[in-house]
């Protein structure tokens, strides 16, 4: 009789720790899927982050864009790719200059007579140096390096202009790499630094080193081509 009370205890405390067993691993499931269940929350949070900094870079791109297009308005000469021409084309794509419905070319009058002007009302000059372009020979600029410092080349694009103005009379020429200039009768066309305001026309009359003209604001009419020195 004792004996098979001690086999009755043995079974009962061998039971007691199979179920035990159970109940821990149990519990190691249950916590292993509660773990994996926060990896995945983690992961959620984490790619919920990278797509709000990818709308924020968003957002930054679009006012930098805004940026690009005020400073085009303004007359800034990015280079752009297009054809050569000898004046005649009016050229398509984007450009340096102008908004959606500005015209890149129009005509001001000036203390120095009615002149050719940017979208901004910037004076543009020409080079006597310059060399016209001519058939289907490309226009050649002479202003290069430090030049191009004080007379920053101009690129309006497409070409629109005022009904006083001919777009006909409109070309641009690649100066190398991509960088394209307008030109005005096939003579390339500049701005000038010390113009500070719409209206100034401060280069007109300029000379070189040497004491030379050679610098003329774009006078409207321009049918003889440029003057003489």
């Known amino acids: 009789m004792p004996r098979d009370r001690s086999l009755v205890g043995l079974a009962a405390l061998l039971g007691l720790i199979a179920a035990q067993a159970c109940s821990s691993d149990s519990t190691s499931d249950d916590g292993a899927s509660a773990g994996a ?15 709000g900094t990818g709308s924020a870079q968003a957002g930054s791109w679009g006012a930098s864009g805004s940026s690009t297009s005020n400073a085009g308005a303004a007359g800034s000469s990015a280079g752009a790719a297009g054809s050569a021409s000898s004046g005649s084309s009016t050229g398509g794509g984007t450009g340096g200059a102008g908004g959606a419905g500005s015209d890149t070319f129009t005509s001001h009058t000036s203390t120095v007579g009615t002149v050719l002007v940017t979208t901004a009302g910037r004076t543009l000059y020409f080079y006597q140096p310059d060399t016209p372009a001519a058939g289907a020979t490309a226009a050649i600029s002479a202003c290069t390096g430090t030049c191009l410092t004080h007379w920053p080349l101009y690129y309006g694009n497409p070409v629109s202009v005022t009904p006083e103005l001919q777009a006909s009379d409109f070309g641009s020429f690649d100066r190398g790499g991509g960088v394209m200039q307008s030109t005005y009768h096939g003579w390339p066309v500049y701005m000038y630094d010390d113009d500070k305001v719409a209206g100034d026309a401060k280069g007109d009359m300029e000379k070189n080193t040497m004491g030379k003209v050679v610098w003329y604001a774009v006078k409207i009419p321009f049918s003889s081509g440029p003057p003489k020195p």
Do not use: L, P, R
């Not at 269940?37 to 797509?51: E, F, L, P």
């Open 37 to 51: 269940a926060g990896q995945t929350s983690s992961s959620a949070g984490t790619s919920s982050s990278v797509a």
